[in-house]
């Protein structure tokens, strides 16, 4: 017997679907090319986590998230990451202002450029480790704490931070804890012959990208909500669970390319982003249930910066992308295993 779906899902799922394909089409407006890029940014925003863009500069990596902001009409703001930047110039600071109508003094907390529902954090890596520490408790917990009091960030809060590749003198890594907090990294590569050739009749020519607003606020909270409700099946989630443990050398379901380069693997929040990634992916099959393919398609920006190499994997110029898409050959799927 067929199984009954309930009508409600199916409209919220083909309503999830359009408004997906419309957020494409308005960045396409401004965005040429980087589709995949431009995809992962949108599923990192309905799971609601954070994206770390990795890039040289000038392929549009700020244009992108400005562009994203404007189509759902959400504020935002850039944060330019120097290494004399402050956590107070992030977060904000504690400020002595005089009451007008008492004349008597007072504390009063200035708010600083993270309060906004979309933050770029651009070249985060430029800042001290001090500063990208300010940004831990607001993209974990979505609230700030300044003399012991919480401040609550509005919703949807999304941070997208870059960090540039080359030119890496006077930089600081970004340390294992804040990477784990980003949900998907993304890489942005060069545009290719047609795209770069359309991108300068767009930049030399007068061109205006008319971004029209395709999601209120309150829609994106419940597309968010949508996602963690697509049903993901015991076996499935199984898959995605042996997939992150194949991640830790010398565990039960490590590869031998694992326990040759890797020195740490996945936290437990590699599986959660694999399994809210794929559900994304299934809603946009038009699907309410997770299949092997939606897992393997998350695996790779879910965990390429969750895979510490050692030195031998260094040294032998192996990359996370390598280890990750050697665990996707060699982790079978239950199917597989039966067969």
Known sequence: ??????????????????????????????????????????????????????????????????????????????????????????????IITDDPTTGRREFRFQRGPLFAQMVLADEINRATPKTQSALLEAMQEHTVTVGGE??????????????????????????????????????????????????????????????????????????????????????VQDYAVRMTLATHPGGEFATEMTNKYVRWGSSPRGAQAITLAAKVQALLEGRFNVSFEDVKKAALPVLRHRVLLNFEGEAENISTDDVIEDILKQTPTLTEQAA
């Open 1 to 94: 017997m067929a199984e009954t779906i309930d009508p409600r899902v199916e409209k919220a799922t083909r309503e999830f679907c359009h408004k997906f394909q419309r957020l494409r089409e308005e960045i396409g407006k401004a965005i040429v090319g980087q589709q995949e890029i431009v995809d992962g940014v949108l599923v990192c925003l309905f799971t609601g986590g954070h994206a770390l863009l990795e890039g040289v500069p000038g392929l549009g990596k700020t244009y992108l998230i400005r562009t994203l902001a404007q189509a759902l009409s959400l504020n935002f703001n850039r944060i330019q990451f120097t290494p004399d930047l402050m956590p107070a110039d992030i977060i904000g600071t504690t």
């Open 150 to 235: 919480k401040h609550a960030l509005q919703e949807p809060f999304f941070v997208m931070a870059t960090q540039n590749p080359i030119e890496q003198e006077g930089t600081y890594p970004l340390p294992e804890a804040q990477l784990d907090r980003f949900f998907f990294k993304l890489i942005v590569n060069y545009s290719s012959r047609e795209e770069l050739k359309t991108i300068l009749d767009r930049t030399t020519t007068g061109y205006d990208a008319k971004i029209e607003p395709v999601m209120t606020q309150d829609e994106i909270i419940g597309a968010q909500r949508l996602v963690r409700r697509v049903v993901i099946a015991p076996h």
